[in-house]
């Protein structure tokens, strides 16, 4: 049963343009979220986090939008830079101290 | 700054050997984790422990096991490594809400 489902494995963007990546969750119990960034051959690092009392967090570039009705948060970079392609994972949790879930993730490749 | 080490990046392993990862991190949290990535699969979680000597089974944890004998070093035990444990191996520890990772040990058993 997976709870966090990141349905598009791919993305290919055009340098400049905006990246959206899509993460989807099935547990209404989920109250904060988390998007992290792995390169290859290295672990994966902290990137945005949203709690579910708020429906947009912005860092730089980067921001994160939830939708709970529709159980839904995105990621958004703007504008997308070849250095951002790696494979992003969406991650929700519960309560604080709780385990992560991740999502499968979704390869994003930003073209030059 | 967060630091979280792994006992090697990469290892090769016959069927059968018995294999220890360890994990160190110097961030005094109690909440340390073990996940595999395979592609597609995204991060699945074998292990975790709360506190010294704690442990917890995760969603994968057939053919590991683990040790929390000190805060700061968690380590995996896979018992008779086999083909399908071929994989990259991720430790994590854990703050509040989130988690840091290690830089990964990619484990090809043969």
């Known amino acids: 049963d997976q709870q966090v489902k990141q349905n598009s494995p791919s993305l290919s963007v055009q340098e400049g343009r905006i990246s959206i990546l899509n993460c989807d969750y099935t547990?209404?119990?989920?109250?904060?979220f988390l998007w992290y960034k792995k390169y290859p051959a290295e672990g994966p690092t902290f990137l945005i986090s949203?709690?579910?009392?708020?429906d947009k967090n912005e860092d730089g570039r980067f921001t994160v939008f939830l939708n709970k009705s529709a159980k839904h948060l995105s990621l958004h970079i703007v504008p997308s830079q070849p250095g951002d392609s790696a494979v992003y994972f969406c991650?929700?949790?519960?309560?604080?101290?709780?385990?992560?879930?991740f999502g499968a993730g979704t390869i994003l490749r930003v073209k030059s | 700054d967060v630091k979280v080490t792994q006992s090697s990046r990469y290892l090769v392993k016959r069927t059968g050997e018995k294999v220890f990862l360890e994990c160190v991190q110097d961030m005094d949290h109690e909440n340390m984790f073990w996940y595999r990535q395979d592609p597609g699969l995204g991060l699945r979680l074998i292990y975790f422990s709360y506190d010294v000597k704690m442990k917890e089974k995760g969603d994968i944890p057939e053919g590991y096991s683990v040790s929390r004998e000190k805060k700061e070093r968690f380590s995996l035990i896979l018992e008779s490594a086999s083909t399908n444990q071929t994989s990259m191996y991720l430790c994590?520890?854990?703050?509040?809400?989130?988690?840091?990772f290690g830089p990964g040990t990619r484990l090809l058993v043969l």
């Open positions: 991650a929700a949790t519960r309560w604080e101290g709780n385990k992560l879930v």
């Open positions: 994590a520890s854990q703050e509040g809400r989130s988690q840091y």
């Open positions: 949203i709690s579910s009392i708020k």
């Open positions: 547990n209404s119990m989920f109250d904060y």
